[in-house]
């Protein structure tokens, strides 16, 4: 969501696209997990990250916000599902006992983009790299693409835009009257149509969530 920031404040000062090479290889696979500890709320899920969860671990969001996996909390006045981190030294539930990563082929699209950050603008977005996040000295350069390992990255880049334009209009909608019942039944509406209710896992995505953006009539709300 938003972040009251300068750019210039947290990232190197460039902008990179897909196909751009960026020093974001920590080589964490040597044990590092620094970014799987401590990360509060930051780790917020999009419904692409549920479909990839429902596939490898067959639960949605219902069964990990029961499983203590995953938590509800406001971004911006809108609510959204976030990966939890748990015990005394705040690590994800996901890292298991060796401290790797357990669903690691199926991560969600935050834990992938890491050190990199998306900057949206014009219903667009580009790449940066977050300078002051990870303190690996070692990092290495890798073309984007190949950092963020998501199929179809076209379409999940088109999906992405979407998402984020929805939330945009969502927290527009909200603003000012957060506990109103009308942003309540926004919020409500929106965690079911885009969340709680189980995504198909041997179906496209795409053209499931294409399905729910278009059964989500926000202007009712408005």
């Not at 950050?117 to 070692?138: I, M, P």
């Not at 950092?147 to 979407?162: A, G, K, V, Y």
């Not at 957060?178 to 198909?200: I, R, V």
């Amino acid at each position: 969501m938003k972040r009251n920031v300068s750019l210039a404040e947290i990232s190197d000062g460039r902008l990179y696209k897909r196909n751009d090479m960026v020093k974001a290889d920590c080589h964490g696979c040597q044990g590092c997990n620094k970014c799987c500890t401590g990360m509060g709320d930051s780790v917020i899920l999009d419904p692409y990250d549920l479909y990839r969860m429902q596939r490898g671990l067959g639960k949605g969001l219902p069964e990990l916000l029961a499983e203590g996996a995953a938590e509800l909390h406001v971004e911006d006045g809108v609510i959204l599902p976030n990966l939890k981190m748990t015990g005394g030294g705040e690590r994800c539930f996901f890292l298991n006992k060796e401290g790797r990563c357990s669903i690691h082929a199926f991560r969600p699209g935050l834990c992938r983009l890491f050190p990199l950050g998306r900057y949206y603008e014009k219903g667009d977005f580009v790449y940066f790299l977050q300078v002051k996040e990870c303190t690996a000295s070692n990092r290495t350069k890798v073309k984007v693409s190949k950092w963020i390992d998501t199929p179809d990255l076209s379409r999940n880049h088109e999906f992405l835009c979407r998402w984020h334009g929805l939330l945009n209009t969502v927290q527009e909608a909200v603003t000012g009257r957060e506990d109103s019942e009308e942003a309540k039944k926004l919020n409500l509406a929106l965690l079911q149509c885009f969340y709680m209710k189980p995504y198909d896992p041997e179906t496209d995505f795409y053209e499931q969530f294409e399905e729910r953006m278009g059964a989500f009539a926000i202007d009712s709300f408005e």
